[in-house]
């Protein structure tokens, strides 16, 4: 089944515990992108990336780190969490990048920073 | 980017057609139009797209105003499962993160049995 992946689900943890949360996708697309969405503010971006080692930052990438060394996979790191990056984070994947190719989402991951 | 204009929310009964507006005035002539929803714990679902012509798919139909300017995303009989926020989303046909979703506030909409 074509589908993006997230784990996991659910995380807990404590400032300054580095985490990362991975990100998969089993249909080949070159676009990747992980997106966070909270209460007020909706869905912003994080960072991008169009194809195996091309990354760059989207709307709000501070305290994100991000990798892309393979097709498939585009995990989203957290050197340093902190409480406000307490959210819930979406993970999506494309085609290409261009116009008329759809997004698909992953079922998101609750973190909560304590 | 283009900017899009969507009602904040709006009912319909269960098994009507709901027509959802969307107002994108400012539209690059290369940007094809997106639809997202969103149901409560889930992740964004894509919906349907278009370029200029009105489109159809198993989910809905997507109407394009001549200009452009707006699109209607249309349920042709509501069920339950459609209470959902619904996202208007131009996407640049070429260019960088001219490429990249910018989502706004959506419509949400509620479906009375």
């Known amino acids: 089944e074509a589908q993006v992946t997230q784990n996991p689900r659910y995380l807990i943890t404590v400032t300054g515990k580095k985490l990362t949360v991975t990100c998969s996708q089993n249909m080949n697309h070159e676009y990747m992108s992980w997106y966070r969405q909270d209460p007020g503010l909706g869905l912003r971006q994080i960072y991008y990336s169009m194809n195996v080692e091309v990354t760059d930052k989207g709307d709000v990438p501070e305290g994100y780190k991000v990798s892309r060394k393979e097709k498939r996979n585009f995990p989203l790191i957290l050197e340093s969490p902190s409480p406000n990056q307490t959210s819930l984070y979406f993970c999506?994947?494309?085609?290409?990048?261009?116009?008329?190719?759809?997004?698909?989402f992953g079922n998101g991951t609750r973190l909560t920073v304590t | 980017d283009a900017k899009t204009t969507q009602p904040n929310s709006m009912e319909s009964n269960e098994e009507e057609p709901v027509h959802l507006p969307c107002n994108h005035s400012?539209?690059?002539?290369?940007?094809?139009i997106h639809w997202y929803r969103q149901l409560p714990s889930q992740g964004p679902e894509y919906v349907i797209h278009?370029?200029?012509s009105n489109v159809n798919n198993r989910m809905a139909s997507l109407a394009i105003a001549e200009d452009r300017k707006s699109s209607t995303l249309i349920l042709h009989r509501a069920t339950l499962r459609d209470a959902a926020v619904y996202y208007c989303i131009p996407r640049r046909q070429y260019g960088g993160s001219q490429g990249n979703l910018i989502f706004g506030k959506g419509t949400k909409l509620s479906v009375k049995p």
């Open positions: 999506a994947s494309s085609l290409t990048r261009q116009g008329g190719s759809p997004l698909h």
């Open positions: 278009g370029l200029t």
């Open positions: 400012t539209i690059s002539g290369t940007d094809y």
